[in-house]
């Protein structure tokens, strides 16, 4: 009897850890929470992979996106500062601490950061960009206008820089050059909705209702 039992209780158990997702099934998991914009979710299932995997580094990387997407810029620096100890001189974990380090409000500490991988990678579009919101939040629009075109110079379809774009042209009063930004973003972009927002805002200042 006591055979049965201990088989019993033995197979319960494997069955039981062969039926539990695996870290990567649950990383996937927490990564289309976070893609979902469910930061919290994402957080809770990314720590729950650690308790039992500390050294997944990968993990540190999407908590501290998560933790900068929710504005705790503190957790978020923790996190990672402890992604860089295991992939040192990654293009984007060190972009990220820039971004992370401007909601710290340490801007000089970015700055020199992102200089210092466009030193390496001259056409890094993350380093750029943080330097243009640099300019941009130091009252520096020209600058940062120069710092846009670069980009798209790089990438002539960047969303984000064709957005950046239509806005700095349209508080300068230039419609004609506002327009032709959107109009570029929303054919490269149609379907996507902050593009279709940013859009119909601009129209709107303008007192349009139509993209000409």
């Given at each position: 009897?006591?055979?049965?039992y201990?088989?019993?209780?033995?197979?319960?158990?494997?069955?039981?850890?062969?039926?539990?997702?695996?870290?990567?099934?649950m990383?996937?998991?927490a990564?289309?929470?976070?893609?979902q914009?469910?930061?919290?979710?994402?957080?809770?299932q990314?720590?729950?992979?650690?308790?039992?995997n500390?050294?997944?580094?990968?993990?540190?990387?999407?908590?501290a996106?998560?933790?900068?997407?929710?504005?705790?810029?503190d957790?978020?620096y923790?996190f990672?500062?402890?992604?860089?100890?295991?992939?040192?001189?990654?293009?984007?974990?060190?972009?990220?601490?820039g971004?992370?380090?401007?909601?710290?409000?340490?801007?000089?500490?970015?700055?020199?950061l992102?200089?210092?991988?466009?030193?390496?990678?001259?056409?890094?579009?993350e380093?750029?960009?943080?330097?243009?919101?640099?300019?941009?939040?130091?009252?520096?629009?020209?600058?940062?206008?120069?710092?846009?075109?670069?980009?798209l110079?790089?990438r002539p379809?960047?969303?984000?820089?064709?957005?950046?774009?239509?806005i700095?042209?349209?508080?300068?009063?230039?419609s004609k050059?506002?327009?032709?930004?959107?109009?570029?973003a929303?054919?490269a972009?149609?379907?996507?909705?902050?593009?279709?927002?940013?859009?119909?805002?601009?129209?709107a200042?303008?007192?349009?209702?139509?993209?000409?």
């Amino acid at each position: 009897m006591k055979k049965i039992y201990s088989f019993a209780i033995a197979f319960i158990c494997y069955s039981y850890l062969f039926a539990l997702p695996s870290p990567q099934a649950m990383y996937n998991e927490a990564y289309a929470m976070q893609a979902q914009g469910d930061y919290y979710s994402a957080i809770e299932q990314y720590q729950m992979i650690l308790k039992d995997n500390k050294s997944y580094n990968l993990i540190y990387e999407r908590l501290a996106e998560c933790f900068y997407a929710l504005e705790e810029y503190d957790q978020a620096y923790d996190f990672v500062l402890k992604a860089q100890s295991y992939k040192q001189s990654d293009a984007k974990i060190e972009a990220l601490k820039g971004f992370i380090l401007m909601g710290l409000n340490k801007m000089q500490e970015a700055r020199v950061l992102f200089n210092t991988i466009l030193s390496v990678r001259p056409n890094d579009i993350e380093a750029k960009f943080g330097l243009a919101e640099i300019e941009i939040a130091e009252g520096r629009i020209t600058i940062a206008s120069k710092i846009y075109k670069e980009i798209l110079a790089i990438r002539p379809e960047n969303k984000k820089a064709l957005l950046a774009m239509a806005i700095i042209e349209h508080q300068e009063n230039n419609s004609k050059e506002a327009n032709k930004y959107i109009k570029t973003a929303l054919k490269a972009h149609g379907n996507d909705e902050v593009t279709s927002y940013f859009a119909a805002y601009i129209n709107a200042l303008q007192e349009k209702y139509e993209v000409s």
